[in-house]
């Protein structure tokens, strides 16, 4: 199960979890400036972690509740330690946005794709 400081938000249905790019961040000599002529190191690149997945519910309520439910975890700036579902961990993440799909799906459950992005701010 995964979890962001404890709370389970997005175990209804199956998720994946993305490591975005890591290392440090670079500026390039400009092709145009005659007078920057190597690479400018800036600082280390902070860790982001980019989730996938689809909410998944019986109901239709059950489904908005935990919509709901991850919405006010956003709008709080939620902060500890991230578990991704195979147990892997990234202690001082902030949920940073949520952004679901443009459409529900229904069948025999009632599903809901979406996008979630943590980081660590430096």
Do not use: C
Not at 11 to 20: A, L, T
Not at 41 to 54: D, K, M, S, V, W
Not at 93 to 113: E, H, Q
């Amino acid at each position: 199960m995964s979890s962001i400081d404890g709370q389970a938000l997005f175990n209804s249905g199956p998720h994946r979890f993305i490591i975005r790019s890591v290392g440090t961040l670079y500026f390039p000599p400009l092709s145009l400036d005659f007078l920057q002529t190597s690479t400018e190191l800036i600082g280390p690149i902070e860790l982001a972690i980019h989730q996938t997945g689809r909410l998944v519910s019986s109901t239709e309520s059950g489904l908005w509740s935990l919509v709901d439910a991850i919405k006010s975890a956003g709008e709080s700036q939620l902060n500890g330690t991230l578990i991704d579902n195979a147990g892997t961990s990234w202690s001082d993440m902030t949920f940073l946005r949520f952004r679901p799909d443009d459409r529900v799906d229904r069948g025999r459950v009632i599903s809901l794709a979406y996008q979630a992005d943590y980081i660590r701010l430096a």
